[in-house]
Each structure stands twice: as C-alpha cells, then as structure tokens.
C-alpha cells in the first residue's frame, strides 16, 4: 500500500471526508439536546395501573360501532413522560358508500345486453383488534392530570360477509397493519387507588383512519420503591 493511499478501519469503504463529516456531525449536537436525551430512563417504568374504557369509534369507511378497551400504565419514563399499553377491539359494516361503489366494481364486469339484472352484496363487516405503545406527556394540573399522547400500533383485521367469505376479497380484508395513534385525555382520581379516565384517540392506517372516545375505570397501583 502506497503512503498516499487511505485504509478504512472499518469492513466497508470509508472514505476521509465522509469520515470527517460525521465527526462534524457528532460534534455538532447541542449540549441542550443530550441533557434531553438523559430524561429517558428505565427506572421508572413498573405497573401503575390497569383500567378498562368503553366508547364508540368512528371512521372513514365503516359505520358507527361501540368498542372496548384496556390500559396498562407501564410508569414514567421520564419526567411528565409516561408509558401506556393499550388494547382495543370494534366490528363495524362498510357504510352504504363503501357498498355502492363495491356492487358498482361488480355491475361492470358484468355483460349483460338488456342489463335488467341487479346485485345484493348484502352487508360486509371489518373488525379490527389494535395493541399499541404509546408516549403520554401528563400535564400537571393538581389531583387532575390531562395529556397529549403519540404512538404506534399494531392492527389485526378481519372482513366477513356473504358476498366474500371463501374469496380473494376476502383475503383482501384479512390483514395486519401497522398505524399512528394520538391520544388526548383526562384522569380523574377518585380515591388513593381509583381514577376515572377520559380518551380521545385518532388512528392513521394504510387502509382505514378512525376516530375513538371511551371513558372508563383505572385501577391505580402506588409507588412502594425507594423514592
């Protein structure tokens, strides 16, 4: 290897301005960013509670359904921070635009000179099972906490109707998904160990995007660790 030639440490070519241009970079952080980042820690996630809401949810291609829910709060996980799992479960039918512009696909291939024949798709149904993880900022309010929430899901579905079971277009419903949740709600505690919670989520998916309210109950477990 000639002096004037470079040799990349590394098992793939590297070469010295790029090199020096991710230094740069890493330099480049702000001392502001990095206290940030050091917030974010482990030793405050623990269950903090467990609660069941009910609700309805609404969306751009179903009709109106009602829908459960359940939370678990997993802790902080930094200052304000807090972790939240949740599950959640509706069924709705296509709504009658859905359906029109289904039977109008079908009416097409169809060929039919007098064209006096009429289709019945019936009603098709989409339930949808989510788990999401989501980050919740707790605004301190006094014994009232509100929050705004981001997160990410996990959708299972399943389409179901006499007019496709056993088809493709059924296989065509029958998915899982990933989407972008945001939540915003309300805790009202009770007692030491109750609080009634409020939640407004909005869900963006490839497929579908939806809208949910739900009110429900929250079993809260106190912090018994060091402080």
């Known amino acids: 290897v000639g002096s004037g030639s470079y040799v990349s440490p590394f098992p793939f070519p ?7 241009w991710a230094l740069l970079v890493g330099l480049a952080v702000p001392p502001r960013a990095q206290g ?7 030793a405050g996630l623990r269950l ?19 829908s459960p ?26 709504n009658a635009s859905e359906i029109a512009k289904f039977a109008q696909r079908l009416r097409a291939l169809v060929s039919d000179p007098t ?5 019945n798709v019936g009603q098709i149904s989409w339930s949808d099972f989510e788990t999401d993880l989501d980050l919740q900022y707790l605004f301190p309010n006094g014994p009232v906490e509100t929050y705004m929430g981001l997160g990410l899901g ?34 009202v505690p009770v007692t030491p160990g109750f ?33």
């Not at 940030?36 to 482990?42: G, R």
């Not at 299972?156 to 007019?163: D, L, M, P, Q």
């Open 36 to 42: 940030f980042l050091d917030q974010f820690s482990y």
């Open 69 to 94: 829910a359940l939370r678990i709060d997993d802790g902080m996980i930094a200052p304000h921070v807090r972790v939240l799992f949740g599950a959640s479960y509706f069924r709705g039918e296509f």
């Open 115 to 119: 064209s006096d024949f009429t289709i």
């Open 14 to 20: 590297l070469s010295p301005a790029l090199l020096t």
């Open 154 to 187: 996990v959708h299972v579905r399943n389409g179901n109707g006499t007019a496709i079971n056993g088809t493709f277009v059924e296989d065509a419903l029958d998915t899982i998904v990933a989407g972008l949740n945001l939540s915003a709600g309300v805790i």
């Open 48 to 66: 903090a509670g467990i609660g069941v809401e009910m609700g309805g949810v609404v969306s751009d291609r179903l009709t109106r359904a009602p």
């Open 195 to 227: 609080a009634v919670t409020g939640d407004l989520r909005g869900s963006l998916t490839s497929e579908l995007r939806s809208a949910s309210a739900r009110a429900g109950l929250m079993l809260r477990f106190p912090h018994r660790g060091p402080p």
